[in-house]
């Protein structure tokens, strides 16, 4: 099920849950890394089951952005964080969060593929035993699951065991991509996912997004606006005010692209600058 | 490595006699260290394998080692080499581990620490002998054992170690862990499946060169597990290394020159031994895992 | 494991940091004790007795350490001034004349004279060297046989170190020194040597310092007198074999005294580690 600009409900495995305005509530996040402030008070909110794009020039806290989402902020000491984001009931901010489950809720996936260098099926089912109990055939049911969802059983299932490194761009990226929807995650956020893959396997990914919309939100950075216009539901603009990152304009995909407030944005999208 | 330049080349030019005086000097040092490790083998080989024997190996010392054989030498050596191995391996490990985890947290303490494992790797062997003695045998009452010999290698071998295994850990791209981080996975599992696989060659590696030098350390054990020749009943008796015992029959045996020889030669092929496993082990290790030139994943972001 | 994965890893957590912590602290450890052990030294026998002593006659509380300082220092230094040019000879052999297959055993072979225990060497060097030296001057038993048997011991260190330092310089640069018809000399004068300097002082410094603190061979070969040596033919006595042979029978301020030996051993080792990182330092900034 597709949603336009505005949700009025999100679907997940085929039934509809409450309808929900706004998955994502951003409240004047900022972040620091030391002393340098990357990301200042940046307010959004975002619809559920969605594609929301994420575009701006390089250096603008796009990514910093992603990180807050999933607490992988965390790994840096210097890295300081203000403000808060609600996911439903859950504050991401909040410091006694179970950040492992909130890592499995909302899941990544980087800009270079990065399976582990084990087999193809460890490589999913790691993450499943660690999150979960499961019987071993449990396991390889879910495994197989994951890889039809993202297209590539039928390129492995003969070799399962095999080291996913010889895997090619495109497949490994995929396999990414299984790893996280195994956990059954709400989100996933993906940093220029196609940005280091030929363009044969963009085209791939891009219509595994497409399938993937109608049961996670999905937050994708990324340069290509072309792409940002063809995929995405949502889109949210970054640019660097003041040497650090500030959203300037977020709002439906049509409205950014063809009409929109910010003279910036205006500029951007219609490739003046930037 | 550097090219092999062509034979023409290497005499073209007006610098030909140059290139003839770094020619005559590489060939005479290679004379001369052919010479040296002849002068060194030979003897070794040839009076040495005389007094080898299944017996020799077997029987202990007699006569204060004029007679008899190595035996409980053996076995106390093993278990010296044992205690100190069993010791500083979860010890490095655990503080390379730490090494990759504080690098991001305090990088500059990480530096100063560094600095001191370097310092303490060039401490002669000496003063880790009395600093084994002063505080295994006397302060801690463990007296002259192959506890306090082992517990003083493993002291000795200690900053060797973490330094091999942090740079092999260090080896593993920090892409993995930002992976396996965002999926939420424990940090004993991102070390048991991602990290130590990948850092088993160093593993080893760091392994055999603990027990190399485990095994040719005389001076830290001179005062701290003995000089008895007996067979030990526990790690709390005194022991005799093997190379102590070569040290002994050398300078305060007069006529054991035989043993000497033999002992040696035993000291030598058991680290030929443990060489060529190494060798072995690295060479089966790089077979099993893939060719990882088809991932390559930067070091840092 | 799933259940209590986070109470794992904070118990992980904890070992791992008490397992680093524990073998960091070994080494202020040493430093305390060996300071401590020195310090009756100092109490029981005054600054003024060892500094001013006439000679090393510890059962009377004289402790002169200066002609074991000397000992240590000549044959250290002499062992790295026979090993430099053999080394660096070796170097230019296995990197620019030598073929593939030579090279492959001359690395091995070398490789396994480092790991060779040093009683080994000593013994070599009290059956072989010491009588071959005797035949021109008695006794055998010589600084000379230290420096050369030293030399001999730090030589593949060396080697093999210089050998690493080519290997790591950058293909491009070789390339270039090629495609320009340079020929050996200049190769080596205008892209090798500039690139191992500070790698020179590196092994330098980390093979004297394993000269300094070489015990065993040293022992066995040196003649153990405590003298100012006159020619090279002296026997002399170092400060690690002085701790070696009189520590079994060493009482009170005895002991101390030579406790206050390892500390000038520690002294001089870092000493000597220091001037290689200046070295090391010095080169890369002439570099960068």
Known sequence: MKNGAGADAYCRDGFCVLPSRSFLEVQKLSVWYGERQVLKEVHASFSACSIVALIGPSGCGKTTFLSTLNRLTDLYPSCRVTGSIRMGDLSILEPKLDVRRLRKRVGMVFQKPNPFPLSIYRNIAWPLSEHQRLRKDEIAYRVELALRDVGLWEEVKDRLHHSALQLSGGQQQRLCIARCIALEPEVILLDEPCSALDPLATETIEGLLQKLRSRYHLMVVTHNLAQARRLADEVAVFWVVEGCGRLIENGPTERIFLDPIEPRTRAYVSGLIG | ?301 | MFLSSSLVDRIFGWIVRGAGWLSVSILGLITWFVAWESLPLFQKVGWREVFGAKAWYPLEGAFQYGPMVLGSVLSAFGAVMIAVPIAFGLSLGLHFFWSRALVGVIRQILGLLVGLPSVVYGFWGLVTLVPWINQWQSPGTSLLAAILLLGGMILPTMTLMLDQSYARIDRSAVLAAHALGLDMPRTFACVVLPHTRPALGAAISISLGRALGETMAVIMVAGNIVQVPSTVFDPVRTLTANIALEMAYAMDQHKAALFFGAFLLVVLNSLVMVGGWLTRRAGEGVHA
């Open chain 2, 1 to 301: 490595m550097l090219e092999r330049l062509p034979v023409l080349q290497r005499w073209v030019g007006d610098t030909r006699l140059l290139t003839g005086v770094y020619w005559g000097l590489a060939w005479g040092s290679l004379g001369l260290l052919g010479y040296w490790v002849m002068q060194l083998g030979l003897p070794i080989f040839r009076e040495g394998w005389v007094g080898i024997s299944w017996g020799f190996l077997a029987e202990e010392p007699l006569r204060s080692g004029r007679a008899g054989g190595i035996g409980s030498i053996l076995l106390a050596t093993a278990w010296i080499v044992g205690i100190c191995l069993m010791t500083a391996l979860p010890l490095s490990l655990g503080t390379a581990i730490l090494f990759r985890q504080f690098q991001r947290e305090a990088p500059r303490l990480i530096v100063l620490i560094r600095h001191c494992l370097d310092v303490l790797a060039g401490v002669p062997s000496i003063v880790f002998g009395l600093f084994g003695y002063a505080f295994f045998c006397q302060f801690m009452g463990l007296g002259f054992s192959i506890l306090a010999g082992g517990l003083t290698l493993a002291c000795m071998i200690l900053p060797v170690m973490i330094r091999v295994l942090e740079e092999s850990l260090a080896a593993v791209p920090l892409a993995y862990e930002w992976g396996a981080v965002s999926l939420g996975l424990s940090r004993v599992g991102i070390l048991l499946n991602l990290l130590l696989p990948r850092a088993l060659p160093g593993l080893i590696g760091a392994i055999i060169i603990g027990l190399g030098r485990a095994f040719a350390e005389t001076a830290a054990l001179l005062f701290t597990s003995g000089y008895v020749d007996r067979w030990p009943q526990s790690v709390m008796d005194s022991g005799r290394a093997l190379s102590v015992h070569v040290y002994d029959l050398t300078m305060n045996v007069p006529g054991g020159e035989r043993s000497a020889y033999a002992s040696a030669l035993a000291l030598v092929l058991t680290l030929l031994i443990i060489n060529t496993i190494a060798l072995a082990c690295l060479h089966i290790l790089q077979r099993r895992t893939p060719a990882n030139a088809a991932l390559s994943l930067g070091r840092s972001r």
